[in-house]
């Protein structure tokens, strides 16, 4: 004598008709105030007529493991969107890594599996170079320099070389962490990678940003795009603020500014598939 | 440079604005599907012009602990919800505990306080005491009969017996839940209350069925309403179905059905004052 449930109207949000039923996604960060995936994802459940919801998650680092364990053990909750800084913890809270995962050491995506075991897949890489693509700046034999060697920038780092940048260079003050990234890069793409203290910007097609330098309004600029030579691409993966200081002096130098949110909606296709997000 | 926050038009529903500064509740159920919580209070927050949703989380009781204890440190995740058969266990999950959490062992919201610590409070029985008066039942100087000893019988007795019934029969499968129950609640409305093997129903104003009999449509009668006297009010806390066989046969007899939904109407002004749910 359950109440038959009833189709949501087309068009309508299913975020309006949260009841008993929806599905749980949840997106993960310290800070978790910028994040613009419940943005794009829950507009997305809509138009599709899923009922779903993406919601943020503000979890503190020391926080991580017992949050994920907590909501792992929500059973209607489909999957974990995670962003700064949890994304290398994150890739140690599933039972399985996809490749890349396992090669950057660093994940934005988990998904239960059917037996309930959790998988966690990285798309800031492959996300970050459809966009670039998409605006039309080829990495494929370009001279790439690449500022940060945190989870975002590994995966990017990754997904550059697979794309076939000409020559990666990548720089981070953590020297530890740099050359063990460039290490095991250097296993899948011998002699196109490598670390440097200083990025070598006059010498670069592609400079990109990946580190949090921008997200507050007193951050110091990343690397000085002055130093770049004309015609080249500054990337950011900032979203928030939209036009970071660093893309704006680029833009102000006659160079083009790559917006962080185009690796976001290049992601799009990448979590649509992963999470198997098709119209019911 | 952060970009200004967008006050939403008036009447859009937040939900539908889900975005990274959201705060979170979540309502525990096991099952969740048939919960209604979030239908009635995320159109609240709609009208209060709050940047909040209620989720549900489908959480096993074996899974119960790591699930709160996770969701606890969610930092945007200002209170939890409890629904069935969780309310008792969740009790002891909170740091404190308030009057009514004590004396009925039983809680069904859970909130984070000022300090960080997580405060216990129960709602069951106020609700159905508000909505039975509402409906124009009054308790007070009433003979009534409860049938169902677990987290929401317990609060909805020691609200009745705050609210002035005269005698309060209590019955319970489970002998040693419901002596123990009824000696909890003498210790403070001593005289009115007993536990019976079987419910006086000849004998009573008031039915209440607050066991989850009547959730499946195969389920039995939690009691035969044929029994009770002309005049008498059944009164059910199931909210799904609306209209469960028990509130069905006693209004095919002519007596006063009182449906699950009165109690949850009842709880929202409780709600709105415990969790300072109020327009910015």
Known sequence: MTEPRQPAP?????????GGTTRLYAVL?????????????????????????????HVRPADLETAVRGLQRVGNLDGLFVTVPHKAA???????????????????????????????????????????????????????TLVGAGGAGSAIA?????????????????TPRLTALVDRLAVHWPGRVRAAGRPPLSDSDIAVNATP????????????????PPGAVVADIIMKPRAT?????AAA??????HGHHMLTGQLDSYRAFFGLRAP
């Open 10 to 18: 087309a068009g309508t949000p299913p975020q309006a008709l949260i």
């Open 213 to 228: 330098l921008g997200l507050r309004p007193d951050d110091p600029l990343p690397f000085a795009p002055d130093a770049l």
């Open 90 to 144: 994150a890739a140690l809270l599933a039972d399985r890594r996809s490749p890349t995962v396992e090669i950057t050491g660093s994940a934005n995506a988990l998904r239960r599996e059917p037996d309930g075991s959790w998988l966690a897949e990285n798309f800031d890489g492959s996300g970050f170079v459809s966009g670039l693509v998409r605006a039309g700046h080829r990495p494929n034999g370009a001279r790439v």
């Open 245 to 249: 200081r660093l893309l704006r002096e």
């Open 253 to 258: 130098q006659g160079l083009h500014a790559h």
């Open 158 to 174: 990754a997904a550059l070389l697979d794309a076939g940048v000409h020559r990666l260079t990548l720089t981070d003050p953590d």
């Open 29 to 57: 960060g310290d800070p978790v105030d910028q994040v613009q995936s419940p943005g794009l994802l829950n507009p997305l459940f809509a138009r599709l007529g899923i009922d779903a919801v993406l919601v943020p998650a």
